[in-house]
């Protein structure tokens, strides 16, 4: 991501007595069947709390069990967090999001440099970007990665269009790392690469979708 700045039984017919006598088995039996199937699915409820995950459980975990639920999927199989603690608890899945501040305290605190800079310091104050909240955290080799919260993803790809930036983004919220690493670890995850470069070419076994804003796209590639 150069330009960043998800067997029926058988029987034999027995007499009228006999008949009456496997009717009442048949019935016992059953009641007994529903029974030990009652007690059963109470007995899997109860016992499964540390079995297999499916669907968004498999990938942010259950209520129970992962940030008090902070995260969710959507239809559209994009991830939901709608909070600076909820992106980094979720980049945290697939690369380090570490030492969290709010922008203005990561730029207060930060001298520039081509590492140094988290995007978003102006843009933030727009707005014509749509961004609610922005905070930067740190990946392992100390590079930012800016955590936008984003409610209005339309507008915020319209601004997006306009200024030619692209970013990784979730349902309601975009990020935008700078080290190589953080950038390939976060390409395994839900999130999409959002571009609204025209001439990208997104090779066979990817994904590629149009986004919100006409000319924009979402694709599970990342240019290198």
């Not at 559209?76 to 709010?102: E, F, H, K, M």
């Not at 922008?103 to 727009?126: F, I, P, R």
């Not at 930036?165 to 995850?189: C, H, K, M, N, T």
Request: net charge negative; aromatic share 6%.
């Amino acid at each position: 991501m150069t330009r960043l700045t998800g067997p029926t039984p058988t029987h034999t017919h027995p007499g009228v007595g006999s008949t009456v006598r496997m009717s009442r088995s048949l019935a016992t039996g059953a009641a007994a069947l529903a029974l030990l199937a009652a007690l059963s699915g109470c007995g899997s409820d109860s016992e499964s709390g540390s079995g297999s995950k499916t669907g968004a459980d498999s990938v942010f975990g259950s209520d129970a069990d992962s940030d008090g639920g902070s995260g969710q999927t959507t239809t559209d199989g994009l991830p939901q967090a709608s909070d600076t603690a909820s992106i980094a608890s979720y980049l945290n899945r697939y690369t380090s999001c570490q030492d969290v501040a709010t922008g203005d305290e990561y730029d207060g605190g930060n001298d520039g440099g081509n590492d140094g800079d988290a995007w978003g310091t102006d843009e933030s104050e727009d707005p014509a970007w749509g961004i609610e909240e922005r905070a930067v955290c740190t990946d392992d080799s100390g590079g930012p990665i800016a955590l936008l919260t984003v409610p209005d993803m339309k507008k915020f790809q319209t601004a997006a269009k306009a200024s030619g930036d692209e970013f990784l983004v979730g349902e309601d919220f975009a990020v935008v790392p700078v080290g190589d690493e953080a950038i390939r670890g976060l390409q395994q995850s839900e999130l999409r690469f959002l571009t609204c470069d025209a001439g990208l070419a997104v090779p066979s076994g990817f994904d590629k979708e149009p986004a919100l804003v006409d000319g924009c796209v979402l694709t599970n590639y990342v240019p290198e």
